[in-house]
């Protein structure tokens, strides 16, 4: 066990792209080529998505997901461009087990950041206070910790940080937006500036304890004790906001391994999708996996609000169950995925992706690895064999003997519910009907 | 979502037991047939998204106002063309068909509603209209919340809500009811092989409770589960023997109210369905697109409603249309209109009391361009909710709201 956590938290370097494979740009404004905009959102979510999948450091992209639904910012929103996307995919990704005060300084100087709280608008003359007040609600303090005056006083220290889209889309300062006067904050005077804010918030007890409870709920179970939080927020301002550290606490705890915690979480869409490929052995995600994503619930790079993805109960409905149980169904099947998402495209905003993704590509097969690979030993003469290395690769046998019975008689017999023997005629296809079927046990839904 | 973790703690026997399903479908056409005991009881309400940010201006248009011409000068519609329902005001062309609704009084429009604050981010404006709270982020929808309300002590139904769509809007999002998305009959199942079919039936039916560990989570995939399956296996049969007495437009959104309409007939007690229409986001070339997309909404609510009173079950369906944003007042340079705020919201059906309500907002007092809103978007609701569904609105919508006279 404590082998394989070495293993997760140090990173090896990697040789997958630290950029989307082709042209993300785009005209903005009213003139804007739909059909190019789209492309370029698929690419960019193509290039994450597979980053996932083929990543040597899974916990690297694992704290990726878990930035990126914290520091909220939404791809297209705001003039948010794709590339701005990436930067701060990777900013999330170069300071993934880093130190969590600097990269809430990195952050706040942030292009997508900037546009998405609005901070290109917060001027001296006329304060715009999206930003700090998402910096302490749901970036670092917490309701509760902090005033309205607080929220007003510290707007004026970020004035002046703008983005210059003629310049490479990058962070600047103007100073002539910026209000330089004296500001109180959290108790203390000065002329802040953004940088003075966000040490100020650093050295509030409040903070690491928001930060302990966010970092249980991903990784423990989501409704954590209050003991359980006051003990990681201690190693984390001991640790100085080290988030490594921490996650070697969590990684390494009696807790984390309770019967508590086990199977404790609703897989986000992207765990299961990534999870279900990994399953099967795919080398690549295919661009109706994006589709499918969106179907339930979760648009890489455009969370729902800036309070990110809730998770938990709100991941699970009739739709996105059944949604979630087509898509695992087409890819183990390996049909065209765009079948599984083949309901009439009506949506709300969120079905953007859908649309473009509907739009191309999407009859490729799920690239996965041959069915005889996935139980490779198995022999041919034996399906209850079959079944137990189907459930182990899936829910690691967490199935009840009602289910697993469900599963075997699968394997033995036909549609009309006669008989049969596995053979080199049938094997592969009863493979991948049995992993089908293992797929939509209730317990894969969960990690 | 505490709420929805103590449901999940205390539901052990889930809210669909795949044996109770049956039953619990009879009880539930049982308790619609019922009707009229309990105000509210036997009604439904639809909620139309006009997504994207429908042009108020475009859509009811105020003709007599020469402001309008100036700030529309090349968008507008002719006062000749507009279908007039009195000397200053009357509707696109395009929604000619709906004006023997308006004549029946069976269509009342609500002018200049919105919220405080608005926000212009399509996202975030949809989000508030959806959730019914301006000043917070909530994770719940006014609908859904109604439905919890509603639902409570009685017999759980798999079709309290539906959504036609491919995600769950999050208008139907609830603590307790799970509300089923249906983008069309052939979707809404389990797609595997007819060879997996018996034991996805199986597995996905509720095969097999006992699992050797503990998971507050299990229970509800599993409810969930059972729920999506019976849903998906029953709503064929309870609309395969619905003959539409007209026929829809062959576009999704008619063809979403004719499921709509076989659904409401199977009488299975649906208390708030949801449909989108959409893009409305007409920031180039405003009139092609959105005459286009007025057009099915007139057909199609006009279809739907002839289809109904066909079905004599016209009265029991009130129809409310919301946009996240009205329009800019002046058109831009790309024959379109960027993102504003207040909008008229439509009404229909044979609880309507028919009409104008509010004044249109003034073309020349705004606010930063845009339109200023009178009518809070939430006392609409809270008028549905009351003099419609016939439940308090104070426990949906947070705290109480004027009420309107439209129903």
Do not use: C
């Not at chain 1, 005033?147 to 006083?153: G, K, L």
């Not at chain 1, 033995?412 to 592969?428: C, R």
């Not at chain 2, 309300?149 to 759980?156: C, D, K, S, V």
């Amino acid at each position: 066990m404590g082998h394989a956590v070495d293993r997760l938290v140090h990173f090896v370097p990697d040789s997958l792209p630290a950029q989307p494979q082709g042209d993300i740009s785009y005209q903005f404004g009213p003139n804007a080529d739909v059909m190019q905009r789209r492309r370029a959102y698929v690419l960019t979510g193509l290039w994450w998505v597979n980053r996932m999948l083929q990543t040597p450091n899974p916990l690297q992209e694992k704290m990726v997901y878990f930035w990126s639904n914290h520091f909220t910012s939404g791809i297209g929103q705001g003039g948010i461009s794709p590339q701005m996307m990436v930067n701060q995919n990777n900013l999330f990704r170069s300071n993934a087990l880093g130190d969590y005060a600097r990269l809430t300084h990195e952050v706040s100087r942030d292009p997508a950041m900037l546009l998405y709280l609005n901070n290109n608008q917060n001027r001296a003359q006329l304060p715009n206070e999206n930003y700090a007040r998402e910096l302490m609600e749901l970036f670092s303090l917490g309701v509760g910790n902090y005033t309205e005056a607080d929220i007003r006083e510290s707007a004026r220290a970020f004035t002046g940080w703008t983005v210059n889209r003629r310049f490479g889309e990058t962070a600047v300062f103007n100073p002539r937006f910026h209000d330089d006067g004296s500001k109180t904050f959290l108790g203390r005077t000065g002329n802040f500036t953004g940088d003075d804010i966000v040490d100020i918030i650093m050295q509030q007890p409040a903070t690491a304890k928001y930060m302990a409870r966010k970092f249980a709920r991903a990784f423990i179970y989501d409704d954590p004790e209050p003991e359980l939080v006051n003990a990681l927020a201690d190693r984390f301002r001991a640790a100085r906001y080290d988030v490594g550290v921490l996650m070697n606490v969590i990684l390494r705890s009696n807790v984390f391994y309770s019967d508590r915690a086990y199977r404790a979480i609703v897989k986000t869409p992207l765990e299961l999708v990534i999870g279900a490929h990994k399953s099967l052995g795919a080398t690549r995600v295919e661009p109706a996996a994006l589709a499918a994503l969106d179907r339930m619930g979760q648009t890489p790079m455009r969370p729902p609000n800036v309070a990110g993805w809730p998770g938990g109960a709100l991941w699970v409905n009739t739709g996105t169950l059944l949604m979630r149980v087509n898509y695992l169904n087409q890819l183990a099947l390996a049909k065209s995925a765009a079948a599984a998402a083949g309901n009439t495209a009506m949506g709300d905003g969120a079905t953007m992706m859908d649309d473009m993704a509907s739009q191309q590509a999407l009859r490729m097969p799920a690239n996965v690895a041959d069915p005889s690979q996935w139980v490779s030993g198995v022999k041919m003469d034996d399906p209850a064999g079959l079944t137990d290395r189907v459930l182990w690769m899936t829910v690691q046998g967490d199935a009840t003997p009602q289910q697993r019975q469900t599963i075997l008689s699968y394997v033995q017999t036909d549609s009309v519910g006669n008989k049969v023997s596995l053979s080199m005629e049938n094997f592969e296809e009863k493979v991948r009907g049995a992993m089908s079927l293992a797929f939509a046990l209730p317990a894969y839904q969960l990690s | 979502m505490s709420n929805r973790r103590q449901f999940i703690v205390q539901s052990i026997g889930g809210f669909a037991g795949f044996l109770a399903i049956d039953s619990i479908f009879a009880r539930a056409a049982r308790a619609a047939a019922a009707s009229g005991a309990a105000a509210g009881a036997g009604r439904s309400l639809l909620v139309v998204n006009l997504q994207g940010g429908n042009d108020g201006l475009n859509t009811l248009v105020p003709f007599g106002d020469p402001q309008y011409y100036r700030v529309r000068p090349t968008i507008n519609v002719a006062a000749s063309d507009v279908v007039r329902l009195d000397s200053e005001i009357g509707l696109n062309p395009k929604l000619a068909p709906l004006k023997p609704l308006f004549d029946q009084q069976r269509m009342a429009i609500l002018q200049g509603v919105h919220y405080p604050n608005p926000n212009l981010s399509h996202f975030r404006s949809t989000e508030i209209w959806q959730t019914a709270a301006p000043d917070k982020y909530v994770d719940t929808g006014w609908a859904g919340r109604y439905l919890d309300f509603a639902g409570r002590g009685t017999a759980p139904n798999l079709f309290a809500g539906v959504a036609v769509g491919p995600v769950l809007p999050k208008i139907m999002v609830a603590d307790k009811t799970d509300v089923p998305t249906i983008g069309d009959l052939r979707g809404f199942r389990f797609n595997g092989t007819r060879d997996e079919q018996a034991e996805a039936d199986k597995i996905l039916g509720g095969d097999g409770y006992k699992y050797p560990f503990q998971s507050p989570y299990l229970s509800l995939v599993q409810d969930v589960e059972n729920h999506a399956h019976a849903a998906s296996t029953q709503l064929p049969h309870m609309v395969a023997g619905y003959k539409p007495a007209i026929e829809y437009p062959k576009t999704p959104f008619g063809q979403g109210l004719n499921l709509i309409a076989g659904i409401i007939n199977a009488n299975v007690g649906t208390k708030v369905f949801y449909i989108s229409l959409g893009s409305f986001d007409t920031h180039v070339g405003q009139r092609a697109a959105q005459d286009r997309l007025l057009d099915q909404l007139a057909t199609g609510i006009s279809a739907f409603y002839q289809d109904l009173a066909a079905h004599k079950v016209d009265d029991r369906v009130l129809t409310m249309t919301f946009s996240e944003f009205g329009r800019r007042v002046e058109e831009n340079a790309n024959r379109g209109t960027d993102h504003g705020t207040a909008a008229p919201m439509f009404l229909f059906g044979g609880g309507v009391k028919g009409g104008l309500y509010g004044d249109h907002p003034s073309l020349t007092d705004l606010d930063y361009g845009n339109l200023k809103w009178h009518t809070d978007f939430r006392s609409v609701y809270a008028t549905v909710l009351e003099r419609w569904l016939g439940v308090g609105s104070q426990p949906v919508l947070g705290s109480q709201f004027s009420t309107m006279n439209f129903v």
